[in-house]
């Protein structure tokens, strides 16, 4: 058995990962390869312009890029020279036939155990790194195994990262997780793994399970992040009717050590690739299974999310005189969180297509996410995007804050009162300004939860 890796998807999960791997194991050679070669371009490209935005990400890349990691679109080669071989592609959920809007689309990560079988050259550790709904191990293990030539063992490692903090999670990881099959080639190969995330991570935080118990595990620690989002921003439309302060309710309810303060935050529903994706799936295996009261449990985690971006559009359109029809909003932010240009399942877009509902006229506004946003947008009519954030307010009704940048509240905000139009409203979602601060300049100011 060689050291070496490869790693199959350079996206979100695959690229940041596997550099940390290779800066934390200079002996081993990382190669990561992915079918979309201009995505592969970027990671190649001689100035660092990255396909993905992540603070620290460049820094790694530079330390590695050609000393052993290497990125590329030769996964037949990449597959032949590594005996481990990690799968990052990514999982959509499906948009056709059974568990439509439900089920993940596992057609490429199929395609994908089929290439591995086919340019295989003799026994591989094969790691799932997308999340998957439970029981793909064993799936893919068949298709792998199938009249094969060779043995492999697959096991899941899923990743816990979260976007904008994703090298500091993987370098200081509350746990890795990895999960095998608990016969004497499984646990070997968990060995295999385990080896290499202890070049740096503490052997107590490395923990093992079996396969399916891995797999379930990243779906359930997603839906109870989800879980806690969508239980204060229920609690914050609550306040908002009764005259309580959510952010008060959030900081009182977290000094309970049992509930503990993180994750408490409400804003305009949570965004992201993954957590609708994986609760949605959960509920889909519920349902599988027989468990519709489960299941029912799990929706209405994503219910819930989605009336948050409703109701913020509807209480826009309400203190707007009940019209927003041919004003101008300003949408500052549109990623789904600060520090990341990611836009997939943003709270942003929901509200940017019912504000365009109601003929509103929207300027977007994003430091990172501005060509995403272009992309996601491109079918409306009356949008422009604006890189600078006073060009966007120039002529506005209304600023909706929508992602927490951090450079916001230290905008010149007289500055952008005198831009706008009067009566100047602020909707802060993210409650990260300084309420009093633009009441006395002279803003209508509304925030989530209060
Ligand atoms: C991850 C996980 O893999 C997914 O399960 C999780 O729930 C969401 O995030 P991520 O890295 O964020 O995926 O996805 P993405 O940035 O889309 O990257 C996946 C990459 O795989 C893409 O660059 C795509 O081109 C590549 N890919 C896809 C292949 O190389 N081969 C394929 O057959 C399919
Ligand atoms: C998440 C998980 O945290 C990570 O472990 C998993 O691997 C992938 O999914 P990510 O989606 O990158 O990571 O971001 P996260 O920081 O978890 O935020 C998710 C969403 O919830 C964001 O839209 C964020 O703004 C929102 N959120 C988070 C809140 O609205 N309030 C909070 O208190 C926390």
């Not at 993905?52 to 597959?79: C, H, M, Q, W």
């Not at 202890?198 to 990243?218: C, D, F, G, H, Q």
């Not at 877009?349 to 365009?356: D, K, S």
């Amino acid at each position: 058995m060689n050291r070496n890796i490869v790693c199959i998807g350079a996206g979100y999960i695959g690229g940041p990962t596997m550099a940390v791997i290779a800066k934390m194991n200079p002996d081993r050679k990382v190669v990561v390869v992915d079918i979309n070669a201009s995505r592969i371009e970027a990671w190649n490209s001689p100035d660092f312009a990255l396909p993905i935005y992540e603070p620290g990400l460049v820094d790694v890349v530079k330390e590695v890029r050609g000393r052993n990691l290497f990125f590329s679109t030769d996964i037949a080669a990449a597959v032949r020279e590594c005996d481990i071989v990690f799968v990052g592609v990514n999982t959509p959920t499906k948009t056709f036939g059974r568990g439509a809007g439900m089920a993940s689309d596992l057609q490429y990560w199929e395609a994908t155990a089929r290439e591995i079988k086919g340019y295989a050259e003799g026994d591989k550790i094969v790691i799932e790194k997308s999340t998957l709904p439970v029981r793909t191990a064993a799936a893919m293990e068949a298709i792998l195994n199938d009249h094969a030539a060779h043995r492999f063992t697959v096991l899941s490692n899923p990743e816990f990262l979260a976007e904008g903090t994703a090298i500091r999670d993987l370098l200081e990881p509350d746990r890795v997780l990895i999960g095998g099959p608990q016969d004497e080639a499984g646990l070997a190969a968990i060995e295999e793994a385990v080896a290499i995330y202890a070049t740096w991570v503490p052997r107590e935080r490395i923990l093992t399970t079996n396969v399916w118990s891995a797999e379930l595990t990243k779906l359930a620690a997603n839906a109870f992040l989800a879980q806690r989002v969508s239980s204060i921003n229920a609690i914050a439309g609550l306040c908002e009717a009764t005259g309580a302060d959510v952010d008060e309710v959030a900081r009182v309810i977290g000094a309970d050590k049992r509930i503990g303060p993180k994750f408490l935050k409400a804003g305009p529903g949570f965004g992201g690739s993954c957590f609708k994706k994986d609760v949605l799936n959960l509920v889909y295996l519920c349902e599988s299974f027989g468990l519709h009261t489960a299941a029912e449990y799990w929706h209405g985690v994503v219910k819930m999310n989605e009336h948050q971006q409703e109701r913020i559009v509807s209480r826009l359109v309400r203190e707007m005189f009940n019209t927003v029809a041919n004003k101008r909003i300003a949408l500052f932010g549109f990623a789904f969180k600060s520090d990341t240009g990611d836009t997939r399942e943003t709270p942003a877009g929901a509200v940017a297509r019912l504000l365009a509902e109601e003929h509103a006229r929207l300027a977007i506004t994003d430091p990172k996410a501005l060509p995403n946003a272009r992309r996601d947008l491109a079918d409306l009519q009356d949008v422009v995007f604006e890189p600078d954030e006073y060009k966007a307010a120039e002529g506005a009704d209304a600023i909706v804050l929508m992602t927490d940048w951090r450079h916001y509240p230290a905008l010149d905000w007289r500055r952008l009162y005198d831009v706008m139009r009067k009566p100047a409203l602020v909707f802060d979602t993210r409650n990260c300004l300084d309420a009093a601060a633009l009441r006395a300049i002279g803003f209508r100011v509304l925030n989530i939860g209060k």
